[in-house]
C-alpha cells in the first residue's frame, strides 16, 4: 500500500524506517531521504507506525 503519494513511500518503506527507529512520520521521509511535500500522508503513516509498534512484540514472540 502506498502511504506518500508525493514520494512513493509503501507500507514495507514505512516498516523498514519504523525497524530503524523511525517515531515520526517526518522520521519516516528522513529514513527514505524525502521530505514532506503537500504533507497529506503524514497522519497515516503516522497511524502506521503506531500499528507497527502494537504488532511487533506479537510478531517477536511469534518467531
Ligand atoms: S502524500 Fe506525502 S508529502 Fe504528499
Redesign the pocket.
Known sequence: MI?????N?NTRAVEAAAAKGAES?ACV?RACG?????????T??DDRLQSWRRTRPLLDAAE
Do not use: K, V, Y
Open positions: 502511504h506518500c503519494i508525493c514520494n513511500i512520520a521521509q524525502t521530505r514532506f511535500r503537500c504533507g497529506q500522508c503524514r497515516d503513516i
